[in-house]
């Protein structure tokens, strides 16, 4: 059994960036979007350093999580860089889960199509309550109006694995 479990990677990355600062969350985040470059730099400079210098390439990522923050607050460009810098030093198996958190203000016309392109099979949509007052209370900037069309557009064909 032991085996199996010696086999198993998983890479949970933080991506810090968030729109606003809800006032629940107790994650270290940032709402000044202009560090997502030097932060993607810093973040590709510790992947690259993943594993023995011994061992080019780990042994297969099973998992890929992008928590935060939000994650879909980062630029596709940065997360083209990531993915890339994830590749470059790991193996991804076949049928990894790649999942990335998201909020439903993020879902614009051709994000899912993009995220997917990088890979992601899966979505962790942030909605925390399906009352209009309690998502102000809290900070939320979506709404009930605009959390209803997420799940729709994230199990729509170019949402889907």
């Known amino acids: 059994m032991s085996a199996i479990i010696e086999d198993v990677l998983g890479l949970y990355l933080h991506l810090p960036f968030c729109s606003t600062h809800c006032t629940y969350c107790p994650f270290a985040i940032s709402t000044d979007l202009a560090l997502q470059d030097q932060y ?57 889960e790649i999942s990335m958190e998201s909020n439903p203000e993020d879902y614009e016309p051709g994000a899912l199509e993009a995220w997917r392109s ?12 399906f009352i209009d007052a309690e998502l102000e209370a809290i900070s939320r900037i979506h709404d009930r109006a605009r959390r209803d069309g997420t799940p729709c557009a994230a199990r729509s064909p170019a949402g889907r694995a």
């Open 40 to 96: 993607t730099e810093a973040l590709i400079r510790e992947i690259g350093g993943a594993c023995s210098t011994d061992t080019p390439v780990c042994a297969p990522l099973q998992s890929i999580y992008l928590g935060g923050g939000t994650p879909s607050r980062t630029s596709l460009e940065n997360l083209t860089k990531i993915f890339d810098a994830i590749r470059s030093r790991f193996d991804v198996a076949e049928h990894a």
């Open 118 to 129: 990088l890979g992601v099979n899966r979505m962790s949509i942030g909605v925390q309550s």
